[in-house]
């Protein structure tokens, strides 16, 4: 794993939202990767970004489990997903909780860190679930 995914994985550890930004011409991208695609520098620093984001685009899964109950029913289960807007444009493909489908897009949204075993992982809440 290169340095910038491991600094990457110790801030979202930690609980802190970050983005790369190359500091050769100044862009932030997603995902973390050891070179800028816009400029190719290898010189990556995480940022910080400018909140609150946008719900760009979504979808709601629907999937259906087996309860293994008497009554041989099923249940469903939904996720949100979606791609949330960054204010410099960046795009990322997320979970999205607490938001109501009807009006998601354009939606002020935060990350919100959760624990998934020993990870620390982020999820996007409306910004005015403060």
């Known amino acids: 794993m290169s340095g910038i995914h491991e600094r990457f994985l110790e801030e979202r550890r930690a609980g802190r939202f970050v983005v790369p930004s190359c500091e050769g011409c100044g862009r932030t991208h997603w995902h973390p990767r050891s070179h800028c695609p816009a400029c190719g520098s290898t010189s990556i620093a995480l940022v910080e970004p400018s909140l609150p984001a946008h719900v760009y685009s979504y979808t709601v899964n629907h999937r259906p489990r087996k309860t293994g109950g008497a009554d041989g029913g099923d249940q469903t289960s ?16 997320t979970n ?5 489908p009807h009006h998601a897009i354009g939606t002020a949204v935060r990350p919100e860190p959760r624990r998934v075993g020993e990870e620390t992982l982020f999820v996007f809440v409306p910004a005015s679930d403060s």
């Open 96 to 100: 999205l909780e607490r938001i109501d």
């Open 78 to 93: 939904t996720a949100m997903v979606g791609y949330v807007e960054l204010d410099d444009g960046i795009r990322i493909l």
